[in-house]
């Protein structure tokens, strides 16, 4: 909700998982035969009242939600990845595993500044 840039940005930053816009949240499970599951989940803001903003600022909305999404996607393939390799390990130690690709998540983020890199930004 809101009809400014900073007005936008203050709601997601009140609303948003730890201060973050969006969020993924991906879980690995597996069986004693070794059958895995990858289970992922995006949660993405949404434009509340699109009449009431802007012409220039929803279509600056348009395009961080765009380039969030591409982010987001980062972190759902690092879920895919992390069942990928507890399949190749033949469920061998999949804690760790899986430990590992949650490691590569926060290094995404670090290297991404969570997306700002990648476009995540609705300026003034």
Request: aromatic share 8%; hydrophobic share 35%; with cysteine.
């Amino acid at each position: 909700a809101g009809r400014t840039a900073a007005g936008l940005r203050q709601h997601m930053h009140v609303e948003g998982d730890k201060n973050h816009w969006a969020f993924t949240r991906w879980r690995v499970s597996w069986s004693s035969d070794c059958d895995v599951r990858v289970s992922i989940t995006y949660y993405l803001p949404r434009l509340k009242d699109r009449a009431q903003v802007s012409l220039p600022l929803r279509n600056r909305w348009d395009r961080m939600i765009a380039n969030l999404k591409v982010h987001e996607r980062g972190h759902g393939e690092n879920g895919k990845n992390a069942g990928l390799a507890v399949l190749a390990a033949g469920c061998k130690h999949p804690k760790a595993i899986i430990q590992n690709w949650q490691e590569n998540d926060r290094v995404y983020d670090e290297v991404t500044q969570h997306g700002l890199t990648q476009g995540v930004k609705l300026g003034n």
